[in-house]
């Protein structure tokens, strides 16, 4: 199932990601994988948090369907970022998935200590970066089922 065909959901993906290589092959992955809505990206962790929560979240963007989040981060980390998306109410339940370089038990830990829905550490090769990418657009963005609005 391509990823184009994710129903009637409207959105975007917000990308986190500092390194502009990094970045690159994400957006490529994505878009190869038949990724269709936007992909905004945030270059360090206190513009994300604007984009979630300040000035951005006001904004015709609105909110993103998922969170891809590097830890490793300039101004404030991937941790804090998710951190200040779990204390904020109407966030609390946005879809975070990290995406990073680091496999060490305490990042991983952590992370999930602090409301990660999935760890996903990047692969080195750009076959596999691009297979692992598809893979979490293909789930995240067509097979999962994102909370309601119940208002």
């Known amino acids: ?22 970045e690159e092959l994400a957006v490529m992955a994505l878009q190869s994988a038949g990724l269709r809505l936007p992909i905004v990206v945030a270059r360090d962790g206190a513009e994300a948090i604007d984009r979630l929560v300040g000035s951005g979240a006001s904004g015709s963007a609105g909110r993103p369907l998922i969170v891809l989040l590097d830890l490793k981060l300039p101004k404030v980390d991937g941790f804090g970022v998710l951190k200040r998306i779990r204390e904020t109410e109407g966030l609390r339940n946005l879809p ?12 991983i830990n ?18 596999s970066y691009k297979s692992t990418i598809g893979a979490l657009g293909q789930y995240w963005l067509t097979l999962n089922e994102f909370p309601r609005d119940v208002s």
């Open 1 to 22: 199932m391509p990823l184009s065909n994710i129903g009637n959901r409207n959105g975007f993906v917000l990308l986190v990601e500092d390194n502009q290589d990094d």
């Open 96 to 107: 975070v998935v990290v995406l990073t370089s680091s496999d060490t038990d305490e990042d």
């Open 110 to 127: 952590r992370s999930y200590a602090l409301g990660v829905n999935s760890y996903v550490r990047k692969p080195v090769e750009f076959e």
